[in-house]
């Protein structure tokens, strides 16, 4: 099974769920019926209703107006109402409006809800204020729980956001500290040294031969200030060059993708690169940790199955990254080296502190990496 359709596999069941026990409560009219219409009418909107929350996640408001039209048609034409085929449901995508939706359009899991209720309140039927009463408690609770999800989900990406400043700056900090070790070592103990065997030399001069021991002692003072200033020099130049690596190499990007899966191939993997959608600008924190999973998925692959031929495949939707890692798996499976899966577990952050999943599992012969990651 992908891992992509398992969400939608499960609003397909809680939708299923829903719309038997609507057609029970319909045909036994068991507690929360309320009779009237042609029982043809009443199977229908109950199955249009409970069904529509099969694409809760994927289009909220879509479903919520359409299980809220079903209130005004059911009075119309007289049809009744259920508990579990049409209230449920409304509660269900209320929460679900108030966790995905953002803005002024979260506070439609109240106000629509709210107006379906007032739509029944006086039909024939209807039992009492007191059920209005409970119908609104539930409806409040469903919606502060999609409330506090999303607020959950904020939380998270925030954070994610400011572990990358984080990651940031500590690289920052460490340039800084290289570029001020060097100079340090430049201006002050270079020069302090020069100084020193400058002023051997000179009582070197000064002596001559009249104290050859004294002679030979500054001789050698000077051959260690110079060997000192030479290992120096070394030192310095090591410091200058990872600090202009590290000040001039580009911030880990999709962008440079080609040529992580280019020093892959080197490696002796076989890889296949596809982009599927156009490519496009990514908040920084989603693709930082966009390419640090697919850089982790590929080591592991070339830890665990070199042999195997890997596709990686990064698609671009409207508000979703999906990236997908799956190797054929290893000809030498008695030498697959175990793992810590310290690896996984790390991915598998990344993904969830952006409201993200990460899937990684058996893929066949084979293992595949699937995330799906929000860029809005």
């Keep these: 099974m992908s891992p992509q359709l398992r969400p939608r596999l499960l609003d397909a069941a809680i939708a299923a769920a829903l719309c038997v026990a609507g057609q029970l409560n319909l045909w036994l009219g068991f507690d929360g019926y309320y009779g009237g219409g042609p029982r043809a009418l009443n199977v229908v909107l109950t199955a249009i209703v409970t069904l529509s929350l099969a694409w809760r996640r994927s289009a909220p408001v879509a479903v919520l107006t359409t299980i809220f039209l079903a209130f005004p048609v059911a009075r119309a034409l007289g049809a009744g109402m259920t508990f579990w085929g049409d209230f449920v449901p409304l509660f269900v995508i209320a929460g679900t409006v108030a966790a995905e939706e953002r803005g002024r359009r979260r506070y439609l899991a109240v106000c629509v809800p709210a107006l379906g209720f007032l739509i029944q309140l006086d039909r024939p039927g209807a039992r009492s204020l007191n059920d209005a009463a409970f119908f609104a408690l539930v409806l409040v609770a469903s919606v502060g729980l999609g409330d506090a999800l999303r607020r959950y989900r904020e939380r998270a990406l925030a954070l994610a956001r400011r572990t990358v400043e984080l990651e940031v700056a500590q690289e920052t900090a460490v340039a800084r500290e290289r ?142 990254l999906e990236l997908l890692v799956a190797d054929t798996g290893t000809a030498h499976r008695n030498g697959r080296t175990p793992g810590s899966g310290h690896g996984l577990i790390g991915m598998r952050e990344r993904a969830q502190l952006l409201g993200g999943r990460l899937e990684a599992g058996p893929n066949g012969s084979g293992f595949m990496v699937h995330a799906s990651i929000p860029t809005t």
Excluded: C, W
């Design 179 to 320: 570029a001020r070790i060097a100079r340090e070592l430049h201006d002050v103990i270079s020069h302090n040294v020069s100084v020193a065997v400058v002023q051997a030399a000179g009582a070197q001069r000064v002596l001559g031969d009249a104290h050859p021991r004294v002679s030979d002692a500054l001789r050698r003072v000077q051959d260690a200030g110079r060997e000192a200033l030479t290992e120096m020099q070394l030192l310095l130049g090591v410091l200058r060059t990872e600090e202009h690596d590290h000040s001039r190499s580009p911030r880990p990007s999709l962008d440079r993708l080609e040529e992580l899966v280019a020093q892959t191939r080197e490696a002796g993997v076989q890889v296949h690169l596809e982009f599927v959608g156009e490519p496009r600008e990514l908040p920084t924190v989603v693709d930082l940790s966009a390419y640090r999973i697919l850089q982790e998925a590929l080591t592991n692959v070339l830890k665990h199955a070199p042999d195997a031929t890997t596709t990686l495949r990064v698609t671009y939707g409207p508000d979703l």
